[in-house]
């Protein structure tokens, strides 16, 4: 009979997204494990949603500040020297699963699905790209071989905390320029970094100026400096309805500023995963591709709500990254709608709450 884990290893090296969406594996592990200790193996630019997460005590990082992946035996050894007795491998690749068994962690959960899945002790067969539920969910249901089931009807417990000082911070920059303490911040985010299918800039950008007319509600737009050209078709003879913080955000601040916004508007991205975590009313704009439907991928819980494109479960250009009709389908109209809602839910501006 296998013994109750004490020591696990959590997995998940891909993007922010993927990494939040997984976090509720962590604090379901200490409601099931009392006095276990969990700690990730991630990469280092997700350092500030785990820094400071009650249910991650410790972290190995794939790579260095840089960004450049760590050598395989130096990995190795650092998974060698922790004694880890367990592993949850929730995004598996060859050489993260060959690192894990030579590491000598004596359980190991992971897909059944894979080439290379006897690399594991303890497999769950389920085919994600088939998007019969949530990804949140696929995480959790990893732990069915420690024992654990979880109801979807458990609402997740993400971990993260915005410190006093972040909320300071992102309090100064909005009043920087003008935003209020009592006025609603609505976030657009209108690139994905090539992650999702997107919808059209000059849609955000009709989207946000319509917005941006609502009494007492203000328009921020956050992205990265390489999505420059998407943004700066968002944000041309915007000004100054619109709030231009592309760029000069840090994670940290960003999660600051998603918790205290009243609303966040993206494509399926991981600033949304960060912002439904955070407890902000999110829209998500999805294509009908299964696998990247917002089935699998949209925002998790009752602040959110997930609008699709019309088109075929297996739209060749929008899984092949072409501009297609299904995101085009969607209105402004039907996201208009949805944000006024949602709005209209939230009588106070949020962020406000003790750290």
Known sequence: ????????????????????????????????????????????????????????????????????????????????????????????????????????????????????????????????????????????????????????????????????????????????????????????????????????????????LRLAEIENVKVVVTGMPSEERTLRRVLESSCPPFVSLVGRLTLPILTGLLERASLFIANSTGPLHLAGALGTPVIGLYPPVRPMSAARWGPYGENGVALSGDGPGDCQRCAKGGRCACMLSIQINQVLDAAVALLKSSSMPKGRGAA
């Not at 690192?99 to 690399?119: C, D, K, M």
């Open 1 to 208: 009979m296998n013994q109750t884990p004490r020591n696990i290893l959590v997995v998940r090296t891909d993007r922010l997204g993927d990494v939040i969406l997984t976090l509720p594996v962590c604090s379901t592990l200490h409601t099931a494990f009392p006095g276990v200790r969990v700690s990730m193996l991630v990469r280092t630019y997700v350092r500030p949603i785990i820094a400071g997460n009650p249910f991650v005590e410790d972290a190995v990082w794939v790579d260095d500040e840089g960004g450049v992946p760590k050598d395989f035996f130096s990995l190795r050894k650092e998974l060698d020297e922790k004694n880890f007795d367990a592993a949850v491998i929730v995004r598996p690749t060859f050489r993260i699963s060959l690192l894990v068994f030579t590491a000598r962690i004596s359980r190991r959960v992971g897909t059944g699905y894979r080439w290379y899945s006897w690399l594991f002790t303890d497999r769950l067969y389920e085919h994600r790209k088939t998007a019969e539920r949530h990804e949140l969910e696929y995480n959790l249901r990893l732990l069915r071989p420690l024992g654990i089931e979880v109801s979807s009807s458990v609402a997740p417990d993400f971990g993260i905390r915005v410190p006093s000082d972040v909320r300071q911070e992102i309090t100064a920059i909005l009043r920087s320029f003008g935003i209020e303490d009592d006025e609603k911040v609505v976030v657009l985010h209108p690139a994905s970094g090539g992650s999702a299918r997107e919808w059209p800039p000059d849609r955000f950008r009709e989207l946000g």
